[in-house]
C-alpha cells in the first residue's frame, strides 16, 4: 500500500502492536511476549472432549500456525477464543498491550470482536444479500459510536462518522483487490474472493489478532500462493498477529513461524515448522501413513 | 447480459437432455401426486366418511361421500404437484445466468432494480410533490367511506413498516405484532376515558407505551431465536388480547366507546370549520371533517415513517439488525451485541404499532378485544412477506394491495380469503422475495483512478 492511504486511514491497524513488533516477528525467544495463551483449556461435548488441557502461545506480531487431524478441536479452540463456546475449564488471556492482560474465558462473543480479535469462519460465513461494501462497514461496528439518535436525525458527527467508515471500508477493499466488487451481494462473489472478502470484514475492525479458519480450503494452487502472500501482507500492513488453521500443509510450513499440532483435542506438538517436520509424534498422529507431506 | 432477454433461458437448457431417464421421470411424476394423494385419502378417510353423534354416542358410515373425497384429496395432490412443477420450469432460480456468473470484469456499475431507478430519477422529486398533492387533496374529493378505506390503508403501511423493522430487516418473525397495536389504542382509549386526555397528548403516550411493552416483553425473547421466536411471540399476542378481555379498566369484551376523534386547536371541526369551508366551496357536503384531519394525521405519519425506517436502514444500527437477519453468529463475530440488536429492534418496531393503534381508535370510536385477534397480526405479516421483505416501496404496495384491493372487489367478498390465500401461495412459488425486492445502498466510486472503470458511468448513490 502506498504511505498516502495509510496516513489517510490512520484506523487500519489501530490498536495494533506497537511499531517494531511486526519486524522482530520469528526471531523471538520463546514465550517472549505474547498476544493471546491459553492455560490448560479444556471444553467437553457431552461425553467427548474436543479440547483437553490445551496450553498454546502466540507470540505477538507471529504468524502461528494450529493444525491437526480432522475432528481434533481446531475450530473449537477458536470458537473458546471468540466466546461462541465457555471453555469449561482453564483459562485463555489475550494482551492487546503488552502489560495489559485480558481473560478472554465465558466473555461474550462481540466482546472479544470488540477487544480485537477477528475471525473468519470454516464454513464461509457472510452476510450474502448485503453488499461487499455493506459487509465491510458492519466489520466497522465495534469502531463506530452512532446510536438512534444520529440514525434518525443524521447530524454532523454521524454523518461524518458515516463518511470516515464508508470511506475506510472502501480502502480495504481496494486493498485486497474487490473494489470492483462493492455493490454486489457478497453472496453472488466467486468462491475465493468470498474468502478475500470475509478476511476483509474482520480486518476491518481493526484487529490486533486475526484468526483465519482454513482459508485456504476450496482455494486452487494458485489462489493458495497468492493467499500466503495475502497472509504476510497483512501481518505487515495491519501489524497484527495471525492464528491459523490449516490443512495445507505447503500454505503451513511456507508462511508459519510456529506450527502448534493438535491431536483428538490434546497439543501434542509446539515449534518451527523445522521441528514439527521432524517431530515424530506428529509424523505419525498427523500424517499416518501419509508422512510425504511434511518433507 | 443472458439474463436480460426473458425468452431463451428457461427452455431450452432443460428440454436438451433427452436421454434414457425422460420416460422414468414422466411414470415419476404421474406416480408421484397419484401416492400423495393415496396417503391424503387414507388420512382424511375417516374424517370425512365417519359421522360420530353425539347424543347416540354412535358412529355412521357414510359410503356415500368416498367419490367427493377422493376427488377432492387426488386433486389436491395433482395441483400442488403442477405447481411444484411450475416452479420449477418458471420460478426464481432456474433463469439462465446463475448467481455466480460474474459481471464484466472492472466495471462497478451500480445495478439498480427498476424501483430504484425510478427513485433516482430525475422526475422522482416534481412526482413525488405531485403526488404529495394529490394525496392532501384526496379526501376532500372522496367520500367519506372512501376516506375511511384510506385512512385504514394508512394505518396498515405505519403497521406493515413497524413490522417491517422487526421481520423484514432483523429477521425476527414477530407473530403478537397487533399485541403492541392493541395497546396503542388502548392507551388512547383510557386516557381519554378516565382522564380525558387529548388525541394530541395520547398520541406520543400511546407510542411509548407500546415501545415500553415491546422492551419488556423483548427481554425473554433474547434467549430465543428461529421458530420458537415465533411461537413465543404468538403466545404474548395472544396473552395481550385475554388479559384486555378479563381486566376491570377495559371494559372486558364489551369494549371501550365514544373515543373521540381528534380536535384542531380545541375547536369541533364539523361543527365550527364545515360551514366556513362550504360557504367558500371547498368541500362537499358530505365530507366528515374529522376523517379528514384523522386521514391527515396518519398520511403525515405514514410519510415520517418511511423516512425514518430509511433512515434506520442505513445507519449503523440498521446494519446492525441486517446482519443479524442474515447470520447471527458472524455479526457476533464482527462486534455486533446481538442481545442490544434484538431487542432495539423488536421495541423499536412496537413502537409504530403504538402510534397507529392510537390513530386507529380515534377513527373508529369503539374497540373491544375482538379488534385485536390473531389475524390481524397475519394479515400484516402478510403485508410484509407479499411486499418484499425488508423493503420500504414493497411494504407500502403491500398494505395498499392487500387493504384496498378487497374494498373494491365488493363482488369477491364471499371468496375474498380464498383469493388471499391463493394470491400468497402463487407468491410463495414465483416471487418469494415479495413484490419490490429490497435494493441495498448503492456506493459510488470517490475518487477512481485512472483506468479503474468509469465514474461517469456509475449511477447516483442515493
Ligand atoms: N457444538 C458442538 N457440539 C458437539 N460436538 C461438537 C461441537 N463442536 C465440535 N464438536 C466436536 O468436537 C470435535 C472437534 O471439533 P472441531 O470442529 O473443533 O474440529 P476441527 O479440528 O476444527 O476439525 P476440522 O478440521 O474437520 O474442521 C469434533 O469431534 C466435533 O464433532
Ligand atoms: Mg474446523
Redesign the interface.
Same mark, same amino acid.
Given at each position: 500500500m502506498t504511505p498516502r492511504a495509510e496516513s489517510k486511514h490512520p484506523e487500519i491497524g489501530a490498536g495494533a502492536a506497537p511499531a517494531g513488533a511486526a519486524e522482530t516477528a520469528g526471531a523471538f525467544g520463546l514465550d517472549a511476549d505474547p498476544i493471546l495463551f491459553s492455560d490448560s483449556l479444556r471444553m467437553d461435548f457431552g461425553g467427548l472432549t474436543a479440547l483437553d488441557q490445551v496450553s498454546l502461545t502466540v507470540e505477538r506480531g507471529s504468524i502461528t500456525a494450529l493444525i491437526g487431524p480432522n475432528g481434533a478441536g481446531k475450530t473449537t479452540f477458536f470458537n473458546c477464543v471468540t466466546g461462541i463456546y465457555k471453555p469449561g475449564s482453564g483459562s485463555i488471556f489475550f494482551l492487546p498491550e503488552k502489560e495489559k492482560r485480558i481473560s478472554l474465558g465465558g466473555l461474550r462473543p462481540h466482546k472479544a470482536a470488540q477487544l480485537g480479535i477477528g475471525r473468519t469462519f470454516q464454513n464461509i460465513r457472510l452476510f450474502n444479500t448485503l453488499t461487499v461494501l455493506e459487509n465491510v462497514l458492519i466489520g466497522c461496528h465495534a469502531r463506530m459510536r452512532a446510536g438512534l439518535w444520529g440514525a434518525l436525525f443524521r447530524d454532523r458527527k454521524t454523518m461524518e462518522e458515516e463518511r470516515r467508515m464508508t470511506d475506510l471500508s472502501y480502502a480495504i477493499l481496494e486493498r485486497y483487490g474487490l473494489q470492483a466488487r462493492v455493490n454486489d451481494p457478497a453472496g453472488s462473489l466467486p468462491y475465493g474472493e468470498q474468502r478475500r472478502l470475509e478476511i476483509a470484514r474482520a480486518l476491518a475492525s481493526g484487529p490486533s489478532l486475526l484468526l483465519l479458519d482454513e482459508p485456504a480450503a476450496g482455494l486452487n494452487n494458485q489462489e493458495t500462493l497468492e493467499l500466503a502472500d495475502l497472509i504476510r501482507h497483512i501481518r505487515r500492513d495491519e501489524k497484527l498477529s495471525v492464528l491459523l488453521i490449516e490443512h495445507d500443509m505447503s500454505l503451513v510450513m511456507n508462511v508459519s513461524e510456529r506450527i502448534n499440532v493438535l491431536d483428538y483435542g490434546r497439543l501434542i506438538a509446539s515449534g518451527t515448522p523445522e521441528e514439527i517436520r521432524k517431530n515424530p509424534d506428529v509424523v505419525r498422529a498427523y500424517l499416518g501413513e501419509d508422512a510425504d507431506d511434511l518433507g | 447480459m443472458p439474463e436480460k432477454d426473458g425468452k431463451d433461458p428457461t427452455g431450452a437448457p432443460l428440454r436438451r437432455p433427452r436421454e434414457k431417464g425422460r420416460g422414468k421421470k414422466i411414470l415419476l411424476s404421474i406416480l408421484r401426486p397419484l401416492k400423495a394423494g393415496l396417503w391424503l385419502s387414507l388420512v382424511a378417510f375417516p374424517l370425512v366418511t365417519f359421522k360420530f353423534e353425539a347424543e347416540t354416542r354412535q358412529a355412521h358410515f357414510l359410503p356415500e361421500r368416498i367419490p367427493l373425497l377422493l376427488l377432492i384429496c387426488f386433486g389436491a395432490a395433482v395441483a400442488f404437484d403442477g405447481l411444484g412443477w411450475l416452479k420449477k420450469a418458471f420460478g426464481p432460480g432456474k433463469r439462465a445466468g446463475g448467481? +455466480?456468473e460474474?459481471?464484466p470484469?472492472? +466495471?462497478? *456499475?451500480?445495478?439498480l432494480s427498476w424501483v430504484n431507478r425510478l427513485l433516482k430519477s430525475r422526475f422522482f422529486k416534481p412526482a413525488s410533490g405531485v403526488l404529495l398533492i394529490f394525496l392532501a387533496v384526496l379526501p376532500f374529493i372522496s367520500s367519506p367511506y372512501g376516506v375511511n378505506v384510506y385512512i385504514t390503508a394508512l394505518i396498515y403501511i405505519t403497521l406493515g413498516l413497524g413490522l417491517n423493522i422487526v421481520v423484514g430487516v432483523s429477521g425476527l418473525l414477530n407473530l403478537g405484532y397487533v399485541a403492541f397495536y392493541a395497546v396503542g389504542a388502548y392507551t388512547y382509549a383510557i386516557l381519554n376515558a378516565q382522564f380525558g386526555l387529548s388525541f394530541w397528548v395520547c398520541l406520543p403516550l400511546g407510542a411509548l407505551s407500546a415501545t415500553l411493552l415491546g422492551f419488556i416483553l423483548g427481554l425473554p425473547l433474547l434467549r430465543v431465536s428461529g421458530d420458537y421466536l415465533a411461537i413465543v411471540t404468538l403466545g404474548f399476542g395472544e396473552i395481550t388480547r385475554l388479559v384486555l378481555t378479563n381486566i376491570a379498566i377495559t371494559n372486558g369484551p364489551r369494549g371501550i366507546a365514544n373515543i373521540p376523534p381528534p380536535s384542531l386547536f380545541g375547536f369541533d371541526l364539523n361543527q365550527s370549520v364545515k360551514p366556513f369551508l362550504l360557504k367558500l366551496g371547498l368541500i362537499h357536503s358530505r365530507t366528515d371533517l374529522d376523517k379528514v384531519l384523522i386521514y391527515l394525521i396518519i398520511l403525515m405519519a405514514a410519510i415520517l415513517t418511511v423516512a425514518?425506517v430509511h *433512515? +434506520?436502514e442505513n445507519? /449503523? @444500527?440498521?446494519?446492525?439488525w441486517?446482519?443479524l437477519r442474515?447470520?447471527e453468529?458472524?455479526?457476533?463475530?464482527?462486534?455486533?451485541? /446481538?442481545a442490544g440488536a434484538k431487542l432495539?429492534a423488536f421495541t @423499536?418496531g412496537s413502537t409504530w404499532a403504538g402510534l397507529a393503534g392510537v390513530v386507529f381508535a380515534s377513527q373508529i370510536s369503539f374497540i373491544n378485544p375482538q379488534s385485536f385477534t390473531f389475524m390481524q397480526s397475519v394479515m400484516i405479516l402478510s403485508i410484509v412477506v407479499l411486499g418484499g421483505m425488508g423493503s420500504i416501496p414493497g411494504v407500502v404496495c403491500g398494505a395498499v394491495i392487500l387493504i384496498l384491493l378487497p374494498e373494491y372487489l365488493r363482488f369477491f367478498a364471499d371468496y375474498r380469503m380464498l383469493l388471499f390465500g391463493l394470491l400468497m401461495v402463487v407468491m410463495m412459488v414465483f416471487r418469494p422475495e415479495g413484490l419490490i425486492k429490497s435494493a /441495498?445502498?448503492?456506493?459510488i466510486y *470517490?475518487a477512481p483512478k485512472a483506468g479503474?472503470?468509469d465514474p461517469s458511468d456509475s449511477a447516483s448513490g442515493k
Amino acid at each position: 500500500m502506498t504511505p498516502r492511504a495509510e496516513s489517510k486511514h490512520p484506523e487500519i491497524g489501530a490498536g495494533a502492536a506497537p511499531a517494531g513488533a511486526a519486524e522482530t516477528a520469528g526471531a523471538f525467544g520463546l514465550d517472549a511476549d505474547p498476544i493471546l495463551f491459553s492455560d490448560s483449556l479444556r471444553m467437553d461435548f457431552g461425553g467427548l472432549t474436543a479440547l483437553d488441557q490445551v496450553s498454546l502461545t502466540v507470540e505477538r506480531g507471529s504468524i502461528t500456525a494450529l493444525i491437526g487431524p480432522n475432528g481434533a478441536g481446531k475450530t473449537t479452540f477458536f470458537n473458546c477464543v471468540t466466546g461462541i463456546y465457555k471453555p469449561g475449564s482453564g483459562s485463555i488471556f489475550f494482551l492487546p498491550e503488552k502489560e495489559k492482560r485480558i481473560s478472554l474465558g465465558g466473555l461474550r462473543p462481540h466482546k472479544a470482536a470488540q477487544l480485537g480479535i477477528g475471525r473468519t469462519f470454516q464454513n464461509i460465513r457472510l452476510f450474502n444479500t448485503l453488499t461487499v461494501l455493506e459487509n465491510v462497514l458492519i466489520g466497522c461496528h465495534a469502531r463506530m459510536r452512532a446510536g438512534l439518535w444520529g440514525a434518525l436525525f443524521r447530524d454532523r458527527k454521524t454523518m461524518e462518522e458515516e463518511r470516515r467508515m464508508t470511506d475506510l471500508s472502501y480502502a480495504i477493499l481496494e486493498r485486497y483487490g474487490l473494489q470492483a466488487r462493492v455493490n454486489d451481494p457478497a453472496g453472488s462473489l466467486p468462491y475465493g474472493e468470498q474468502r478475500r472478502l470475509e478476511i476483509a470484514r474482520a480486518l476491518a475492525s481493526g484487529p490486533s489478532l486475526l484468526l483465519l479458519d482454513e482459508p485456504a480450503a476450496g482455494l486452487n494452487n494458485q489462489e493458495t500462493l497468492e493467499l500466503a502472500d495475502l497472509i504476510r501482507h497483512i501481518r505487515r500492513d495491519e501489524k497484527l498477529s495471525v492464528l491459523l488453521i490449516e490443512h495445507d500443509m505447503s500454505l503451513v510450513m511456507n508462511v508459519s513461524e510456529r506450527i502448534n499440532v493438535l491431536d483428538y483435542g490434546r497439543l501434542i506438538a509446539s515449534g518451527t515448522p523445522e521441528e514439527i517436520r521432524k517431530n515424530p509424534d506428529v509424523v505419525r498422529a498427523y500424517l499416518g501413513e501419509d508422512a510425504d507431506d511434511l518433507g | 447480459m443472458p439474463e436480460k432477454d426473458g425468452k431463451d433461458p428457461t427452455g431450452a437448457p432443460l428440454r436438451r437432455p433427452r436421454e434414457k431417464g425422460r420416460g422414468k421421470k414422466i411414470l415419476l411424476s404421474i406416480l408421484r401426486p397419484l401416492k400423495a394423494g393415496l396417503w391424503l385419502s387414507l388420512v382424511a378417510f375417516p374424517l370425512v366418511t365417519f359421522k360420530f353423534e353425539a347424543e347416540t354416542r354412535q358412529a355412521h358410515f357414510l359410503p356415500e361421500r368416498i367419490p367427493l373425497l377422493l376427488l377432492i384429496c387426488f386433486g389436491a395432490a395433482v395441483a400442488f404437484d403442477g405447481l411444484g412443477w411450475l416452479k420449477k420450469a418458471f420460478g426464481p432460480g432456474k433463469r439462465a445466468g446463475g448467481i +455466480l456468473e460474474s459481471p464484466p470484469e472492472g +466495471l462497478n *456499475r451500480p445495478r439498480l432494480s427498476w424501483v430504484n431507478r425510478l427513485l433516482k430519477s430525475r422526475f422522482f422529486k416534481p412526482a413525488s410533490g405531485v403526488l404529495l398533492i394529490f394525496l392532501a387533496v384526496l379526501p376532500f374529493i372522496s367520500s367519506p367511506y372512501g376516506v375511511n378505506v384510506y385512512i385504514t390503508a394508512l394505518i396498515y403501511i405505519t403497521l406493515g413498516l413497524g413490522l417491517n423493522i422487526v421481520v423484514g430487516v432483523s429477521g425476527l418473525l414477530n407473530l403478537g405484532y397487533v399485541a403492541f397495536y392493541a395497546v396503542g389504542a388502548y392507551t388512547y382509549a383510557i386516557l381519554n376515558a378516565q382522564f380525558g386526555l387529548s388525541f394530541w397528548v395520547c398520541l406520543p403516550l400511546g407510542a411509548l407505551s407500546a415501545t415500553l411493552l415491546g422492551f419488556i416483553l423483548g427481554l425473554p425473547l433474547l434467549r430465543v431465536s428461529g421458530d420458537y421466536l415465533a411461537i413465543v411471540t404468538l403466545g404474548f399476542g395472544e396473552i395481550t388480547r385475554l388479559v384486555l378481555t378479563n381486566i376491570a379498566i377495559t371494559n372486558g369484551p364489551r369494549g371501550i366507546a365514544n373515543i373521540p376523534p381528534p380536535s384542531l386547536f380545541g375547536f369541533d371541526l364539523n361543527q365550527s370549520v364545515k360551514p366556513f369551508l362550504l360557504k367558500l366551496g371547498l368541500i362537499h357536503s358530505r365530507t366528515d371533517l374529522d376523517k379528514v384531519l384523522i386521514y391527515l394525521i396518519i398520511l403525515m405519519a405514514a410519510i415520517l415513517t418511511v423516512a425514518a425506517v430509511h *433512515r +434506520l436502514e442505513n445507519s /449503523r @444500527l440498521g446494519r446492525a439488525w441486517l446482519a443479524l437477519r442474515e447470520d447471527e453468529t458472524a455479526c457476533q463475530a464482527v462486534g455486533v451485541n /446481538r442481545a442490544g440488536a434484538k431487542l432495539t429492534a423488536f421495541t @423499536l418496531g412496537s413502537t409504530w404499532a403504538g402510534l397507529a393503534g392510537v390513530v386507529f381508535a380515534s377513527q373508529i370510536s369503539f374497540i373491544n378485544p375482538q379488534s385485536f385477534t390473531f389475524m390481524q397480526s397475519v394479515m400484516i405479516l402478510s403485508i410484509v412477506v407479499l411486499g418484499g421483505m425488508g423493503s420500504i416501496p414493497g411494504v407500502v404496495c403491500g398494505a395498499v394491495i392487500l387493504i384496498l384491493l378487497p374494498e373494491y372487489l365488493r363482488f369477491f367478498a364471499d371468496y375474498r380469503m380464498l383469493l388471499f390465500g391463493l394470491l400468497m401461495v402463487v407468491m410463495m412459488v414465483f416471487r418469494p422475495e415479495g413484490l419490490i425486492k429490497s435494493a /441495498r445502498y448503492q456506493h459510488i466510486y *470517490r475518487a477512481p483512478k485512472a483506468g479503474e472503470g468509469d465514474p461517469s458511468d456509475s449511477a447516483s448513490g442515493k
